[in-house]
């Protein structure tokens, strides 16, 4: 028998795979922008899906969070088939995402941004809302906790009553994570969630990423083209190139694949050019650049 679809109803709890996608298409008009994606993701793993630019990343993540439909394939959370599930109340089934452009409120404070991330799961009405009553109480005082302790896993206690907008591009990609974290989503999209940081704030938001994992149990799906930085933090790595599929596995097996040093190097492979080294076509990408 096959199992229900997901719905806010039956929100997400994973024994198997949090995440499957099988065959996964997509096309815009004649460009094909995905061929073929199977994926699965593992409760508790840090899933990386990494290429070069303009390989798909961000495509998929947007078919993940329902904000494309794929044009052929099916996507699986916990088990159960993802469809007509409106992008904005996938807090309610225990998925949250970041993105590649920050969205933050940028005249909210540091705190009231955080806090926001509560926001998909208030069920009290307007009228206890307006009174401070009943539900609204207890959802405000919840989500005033819940902040406060991201605040504090963050180290953001010193900022938080600061706009977000005053703020450094690498202070607010930490306050963007902190508010998704917010929430305790079970699945954690991270669309570039490194993009435009300098090596040290890379390096330092790596270990957040890797420490919230550890503290909530969160899994996570990654997003990202600095694949120094992601070899060192995931537990497993699929990368894309034009929209396919070209390696998955360990940072070790994928730091060594030949098709995914073409694709990040373009060195051609020993025998196809008489004229390469083959130092050069054989060496695996960096592992030590996460460090």
């Known amino acids: 028998m096959s199992s229900p679809p997901l719905t806010p109803e039956a929100p997400l ?10 065959g996964i298409d997509l096309s815009f008009g004649g460009i094909h922008a995905l061929h073929g994606i199977d994926l699965s993701v593992a409760p508790g ?11 798909g990343k961000s495509s998929l993540v947007n078919v993940i969070s329902g ?26 089934l225990g998925v949250a995402r970041t993105f590649q452009n920050l969205a933050l409120f940028r005249g909210l404070s540091v705190r009231d941004n955080i806090a926001l991330g509560r ?19 207890r959802e405000l005082l919840d989500a ?32 963007e994570l902190a508010r998704a974290l917010v929430a305790r989503p079970q699945l954690l999209l991270l669309d570039e969630p ?26 996570i799906v990654l997003i990202e ?10 537990d497993r790595v699929a990368v894309l190139d034009y929209g396919r599929k070209i390696a998955d596995g360990t940072p070790a097996e994928v730091s ?15 025998g196809d050019d008489p004229d390469a080294p083959a130092s050069a076509a054989t060496s695996p990408l960096p592992l030590a650049e996460a460090a």
Not at 13 to 22: C, K, N, S, T
Not at 146 to 171: C, H, K, M, N, P
């Open 225 to 234: 083209h600095d694949i120094g930085i992601v070899l060192g933090l995931s």
């Open 119 to 137: 926001v998909e799961h208030t069920r009290s009405t307007v009228a206890e809302q307006v009174l401070g009553i009943g539900r609204a109480r």
């Open 67 to 92: 904000l494309y439909r794929p044009s052929r394939g099916q996507v699986w959370l916990a088990g159960r088939p993802y469809a007509h599930v409106p992008t904005s109340r996938l807090a309610q």
């Open 144 to 175: 005033r906790e819940r902040a406060a302790e991201v605040i504090d896993f963050f180290g953001l206690g010193d900022i938080q009553q600061r706009l977000a907008g005053t703020l450094s591009y690498g202070q607010q990609k930490r306050v």
């Open 13 to 22: 709890h994973a024994a198997g795979p949090v995440l499957e996608l099988q």
């Open 256 to 270: 060594a694949d030949p098709a995914v040093i073409d694709a990040y190097l373009g060195v051609a492979h020993e």
């Open 45 to 55: 793993e840090i899933r990386a899906i990494i290429g070069p630019n303009g390989a």
């Open 194 to 219: 490194l993009a435009g940081m300098t090596v040290s704030e890379k390096a330092h938001m790596a270990q957040l990423i890797r420490a919230a994992r550890d503290k909530w149990g969160t899994t």
